[in-house]
C-alpha cells in the first residue's frame, strides 16, 4: 500500500475537505485528488464520495481512515519512545474515564512519581467508549475505567478493585440515612447522567435486574461532579460511587439512601493492547499495590 497516499487520504477524511487538506498539505487539490484516485485504484474501492462542498467517506474508507489513524499513530508512538530511548526518560500516556482519575490514580501517580522522578504523565479523560479507541489506536499506553461489562477483541482487560456505588440524597430528603426497597426508591425523581455513561448503564442495570421500573428523570446532566452539586443544592437523588462522597457525607452535606437486599458495585480496569506488554514496570507496581489492599 502506497503510505504516502494512505497519509493524504487520512488527512482528507479528518477534514472532511480536498481543499483544507491540501492547503494544510502545502499540495495542490489536484495532486490531493490524483493522490485519492492512486489509493482507490490500489485497494479497488471507493473511498469517498461527494457532499456538497466537502467528501464523505463510504463504508470501506471508514474502515481504511480508521486503520490509517492506527498506523500513523502508532508511528508517532515509536518515534516518542525511540526518542525517550535516548534521552533515558520514561513516558506513560494514559486515558481514563471521570472516577478513576478523580478518586483512585491520584495517589498512585504521585507515588510512582516520586519513585520515579524522571517519569512524564500524560493524562487524557474521557467516556469508555473514547478511552478504549485511544488504546488501540495506540495514542494512549494505558486505558482506566469503571463499567460492568467489558471486551474487546484488541483489548486486555485486568480487573484491579470493586467500586461501591450508593444512591445519595441530601440530608433533608425523606430518605436520607433511610433503608427503603428499590420499588420504593423507583418512585422517587432521580438525576441521571448522560446517555452512554457507565453510572447510568449501571443505574438502568440496577433497576432492571430487580424487576422494577426506572425512576423518573428529574434531571439528566453530564459530570458527576454537577450531579452531586444539584443534590448538595436540594434536588433529587443520584447514583454515585460511595469514594467520592465520603467527606460530603461525613460533613452532612450529602446523606446515602440505604437499599434493601441490594448491593451495586463496578469494577475498576486497567485496559491495555493484547499486542504488547507496554510499561510493565508500571504494571507490575499497579498490580502490586492494588493485590496489597
Excluded at 7 to 18: E, Q, Y
Aim: charge should be negative; proline fraction near 4%.
Amino acid at each position: 500500500m502506497n503510505l504516502h497516499a494512505l497519509r493524504i487520504f487520512t488527512k482528507v477524511a479528518d477534514l472532511g475537505s480536498i481543499t483544507a487538506a491540501a492547503n494544510e498539505l502545502r499540495l495542490s487539490q489536484p495532486a490531493v485528488t490524483i493522490q485519492i484516485r492512486n489509493l482507490e485504484k490500489e485497494l479497488g474501492l471507493q473511498l469517498t464520495k461527494s457532499k456538497g462542498r466537502g467528501i464523505q467517506l463510504t463504508e470501506e474508507g471508514r474502515f481504511v481512515y480508521e486503520q490509517g489513524q492506527r498506523l500513523f499513530h502508532l508511528e508517532a508512538e515509536i518515534e516518542d519512545k525511540l526518542k525517550a530511548f535516548v534521552a533515558k526518560e520514561e513516558k506513560i500516556h494514559i486515558a481514563t474515564s471521570y472516577i478513576p482519575i478523580n478518586y483512585v490514580l491520584p495517589e498512585y501517580i504521585a507515588n510512582y512519581k516520586l519513585m520515579y522522578p524522571g517519569v512524564e504523565f500524560y493524562v487524557s479523560l474521557g467516556n469508555v467508549k473514547s478511552v478504549e479507541d485511544k488504546i488501540r489506536n495506540y495514542e494512549a499506553d494505558f486505558g482506566f475505567v469503571v463499567q460492568s461489562n467489558i471486551g474487546h477483541e484488541d483489548l486486555y482487560f485486568e480487573k484491579l478493585m470493586e467500586i461501591e456505588f450508593a444512591f445519595i440524597a441530601h440530608p433533608s430528603h425523606p430518605l436520607a440515612n433511610q433503608s427503603v426497597s428499590l420499588s420504593a426508591l423507583s418512585k422517587e425523581e432521580l438525576i441521571y447522567r448522560e446517555k452512554g455513561s457507565s453510572t447510568r448503564d449501571l443505574l438502568e442495570a440496577v433497576f432492571y435486574a430487580q424487576n422494577c421500573p426506572l425512576p423518573k428523570i428529574g434531571l439528566q446532566m453530564q459530570g458527576l461532579f454537577e450531579s452531586l452539586k444539584a443534590v448538595e443544592a436540594g434536588y433529587g437523588i443520584v447514583l454515585a460511587p460511595l469514594l467520592s462522597v465520603t467527606n460530603s457525607i461525613e460533613t452532612r452535606k450529602l446523606a446515602p439512601i440505604f437499599i434493601k437486599n441490594v448491593e451495586i458495585k463496578q469494577s475498576l480496569f486497567i485496559c491495555t493492547r493484547k499486542s504488547e506488554l507496554t510499561n510493565p514496570k508500571f504494571v507490575s507496581y499497579l498490580q502490586e499495590h492494588f493485590i496489597s489492599q
